[in-house]
């Protein structure tokens, strides 16, 4: 049953007018690509080349160091210049390799189509997804080979695609949308196919009729043999979390702690859909994505394909630069996004957003004692108590933070943006949330 | 690059709202009981907002040294001490009420966001008990619309009668607090606060429901209604028990909150040697608010009850 909606959130201003009319455009060739690799959730992969190598574009450069992680590929064709560690956008710096772009962009001969969906088994897409290196591309990069291959005892029936973009300022699933929809739908039937799933459900916020438009067309044209749905959503955020979008789809509520398998369901996004569309299409590893580069901050915000490994400095740049007051670099959407010390640090596979915020957004107000309001539980999404849980933190009483919920905070950020105290619960939660794991492997 | 990037936590956004536009918020609400009062008592219930507010700013501003206004909870303080005197105290029971209230009734609990206790009632308590003889008994005027400059008409109130008509208790025309007797006033304050989301249903809901349901085994319908109506209860109930420091913050520990508010003033009313009750049963649910916070954190996301497990 639908439901459209979940409990709680936070209806911020979407600023999503900026980029949201802007098409998708290649970004320009960047000189240089510095490739991380450990670009997802899991294990790191190891370099398969090294310095001095000519590599292709779409060639593996990265191999996988355990099951859960994905292999990483050349982004453009060229030579490999350095194997060093270099910043990361999730804060250490990462070994990565650097390759010098000679321009051609030759295509790697290993790359060809695959046999047509009809004739893969489930094992196979399992197979080609992992090949091609494809993760979440929400900004969670979680392997999706991992996620089609839920253990035995596990029955998927439903796969969600992930449109509702809820964070404000992006825009690229909303555009991958409305130019991609086929290979959306393409996409989802093999996810389809490599879990079993009986029901294909594309939840987009209301704020998109277009995108709606374009999908349920796509789905029409496309879906024949297939039983799948458009679900138009609430626009709320944070609508397209995990747990509150299969919530909205299908009224199911995943435990605490558990992951979307544990209701039948597996959850993947928009991009994540495209990639899996052209890795078996045309055999084509994941090597750019769709990055919106937008806030008040830069000079052209525009949509842009970005190769893997391209630093945003050289993306900003292109843009026109930042304008006179920027700021902040958020690499992300400004809800969850990660703040950037530097803008010498490369895109990859998680980056969603280059967001610029100007002086207006990051005036710091003093932090005053929390006036028990309750208005960050009214939003949180997890019905938890943040209030509570921050003040516990702050107090370094982590047992008591843990009793009113910090593991089961994902993050979303609705208490911070909320709270008329100005206290950080977030980052309160984010200090309890690691202190108590850490304690929990002890 | 020499630009300097900030870094911090995210979320990079930030609702427009803090605690001095909340208190303001509240304020506005209040605005329309507070001209009722001086509407119906004349210059001197003015002189009574005007003074409270005033004191309870000066104590918060030499406690704090923080400016005057500050964050505003101090002046809203004073305005809803105000509305729960009669409306022409002698001066220094006025500024008497607000520095208690101010001084030990807030910062004496550690200021803002700590006190257990309503601030402003905490302020009439001291009063009510310290001297009674100027803010409850014969204290009461005789409402004069437009009768800025009336003779002082000492009446009881109508909780001691019992005999006042249902539309002068709606509208107000009757003697009573500053800001208590217009139930019109105070739900168009209400609604405002809803509207803004400053407070919710269940603690006022559930507190009005229950002292209408005890009414009616007072005296059926009318005496419900008549309950709900006179006194404090709808000032107590709007804008008292819905303080945010001193409420749950739990759904169902507002719903406990305003069951406990409404049943002890009913108990105090019926029984009770005070013919109001309101003040005292706010400020004993106060007293066990971390209590029933503690009992009623809610069901997490996703999370099944033992009982149904």
Redesign the interface.
Known sequence: MSERTFVGG?H??YYKNQTAGMPIAPASPPSQVVIPMHQNIGAPCDPVVEVGDEVKMGQKIGEPKGFVSAPIFASVSGKVTKIQPYNHPLGNPVQAVIIENDGQDTPYEGIAPNKPLEELTPEEIREIAKEAGLVGLGGATFPTHVKLAPPPEVSIDTIIINGAECE?FLTADHRIMLERADDIVYGLKAFMKACGATKGIIGIEDNKPDAIEAMQKAVAEGGEGYDLEVHSLHTKYPQGAE?TLI?ATTGR????G?LPMAVNVVNQNTGTAVAMAEAIKLGKPLYERVVTITGPGITNPANLMVRNGALI?EIIEQCGG?TGD?????LGG???????????VPAIKGTSGV?I?TEE??Q??PI????????C??VC?????P??IGSASEMENMDLAE???AM?CF?C?CC???C???R?L??WI?IAKGDIAARRKK | ?D?????????????P???Q??MVDVMVALFPAALMGVFLFGYQALITIVLAMVAAMATEAIIMRKGFFG?GSAALTGMLLALVLPPAPPWWITVIGSVVAIAIGKHLF?????NIFNPALVGRAVLVVSWGAHIAGDVWLQPQPFGFTADLVTQASPLATYDASLLDLFIGTVPGCIGETSALALIIGGLWLLYR??I?WRIPGVFIAIVFIMGLFDGGFEMGLYHVLAGGALLGAIFMATD???????PMGRIIFGFGCGFITMIIRMFGGYPEGVMFAILFMNSVTPLI?NLT????????KQSDA
């Open positions: 936070i911020p201003s404000p747990k919530k509520e995943v435990p605490p558990a400095k930042y920027a700021r902040k670099l958020v400004p809800m969850m996004g990660m703040a950037q010390p530097t803008d010498d967001l915020l957004f990051v710091e107000a005053d004692p929390c006036i028990k309001c309750g208005k539980i009214d999404p997890m019905h938890l108590m209030n509570f009793k009113y919920g089961d993050e950020g911070t943006y909320t008329p105290a100005n950080p977030v980052q984010k | 690059m630009r300097k990037l900030v870094v911090s936590s995210s979320p990079h956004l930030k609702s709202e803090d605690i536009s909340i964050d550690g200021g803002i966001g700590n989301g400053h919710e945010m420091v001193t409420s749950p913050v739990t916070d954190v809610p069901k997490k996301f996703g999370e099944v």
